[in-house]
């Protein structure tokens, strides 16, 4: 059966720090891969997705970059952290025809 | 561009109660349609899904939703609740991202938190 893992579960990090949080995918195939964010009181919102190795879409602009390196890794990335990205961060995968499948995610605080 | 709408933010019922969770959406064509559940630092749980056909489509945990194209409505119900379901809901309406592919980029409501009471 599928499995995602994200990690860590929770972080804070402080204004101006680097950020790189990973998520990777076991026991499927060539997956399409999401990061998604939650904004206290708010919704998720999609950030990027990729559809194959290299290849990522972001839907804002935003502080934040995304990477693909391996077919079932997905790893969010930021030079230099905002206020504005604390939030709790959501992975997600899926292929064809399914709906999306969410991994635990990972509560960032930016101090 | 699409968009959902959950217009309750909280919503208090006792339990055994039924419930109704109300989810609204604008999509230019037809809608994959979702609905999710968040327990408290959790990822997010799919609950039921409408893609095509029958419009009352049923899910986990004994919850179904009707898809209303008049309405533009997927709302939530489950004939009696338990102290397990409180969590956050989410409602979430899909658009393909290409054109030969059946994965979805999907847009989430803000949320309906429901809270259980005995």
């Known amino acids: 059966s599928q499995t995602i893992h994200q990690w860590p579960a929770t972080l804070v990090q402080p204004v101006g720090s680097p950020l790189s949080l990973e998520c990777t995918v076991e026991g499927t195939s060539n997956p399409n891969l999401y990061w998604y964010r939650q904004a206290a009181g708010r919704g998720l919102q999609l950030l990027f997705y990729?559809?194959?190795?290299?290849?990522i879409s972001s839907e804002v602009p935003q502080n934040l970059s995304a990477s693909r390196p391996q077919d079932r890794q997905f790893i969010l990335s930021s030079k230099k952290l905002l206020l504005s990205d604390s939030g709790f961060y959501l992975c997600?995968?899926?292929?064809?025809?399914?709906?999306?499948?969410f991994g635990n995610g990972t509560r960032l605080t930016v101090t | 561009a699409q968009s959902v709408t959950q217009p309750d933010i909280h919503i208090t019922v006792s339990e055994g109660a039924s419930l109704e969770l109300r989810c609204n959406y604008s999509?230019?064509?037809?809608?994959?349609l979702f609905w999710y559940v968040q327990s408290p630092g959790q990822g997010l749980q799919l609950l039921l899904k409408?893609?095509?056909?029958?419009?009352l489509v049923q899910g986990i945990k004994g919850f179904e939703a009707e898809f209303k194209r008049s309405q533009s409505s997927f709302n939530l119900r489950k004939p009696s609740v338990h102290w397990s379901d409180a969590a956050e809901y989410f409602c979430?309406?899909?658009?393909?991202?290409?054109?030969?592919?059946?994965?979805?980029?999907?847009?989430f409501g803000t949320g309906t938190r429901l809270t259980i009471i005995p």
């Open positions: 990729s559809v194959g190795i290299g290849q």
């Open positions: 409408y893609f095509s056909g029958d419009t």
């Open positions: 997600a995968w899926s292929v064809f025809n399914s709906p999306l499948h």
């Open positions: 999509y230019g064509a037809t809608p994959y």
């Open positions: 979430a309406v899909g658009a393909r991202i290409l054109s030969n592919f059946g994965n979805e980029k999907l847009t």
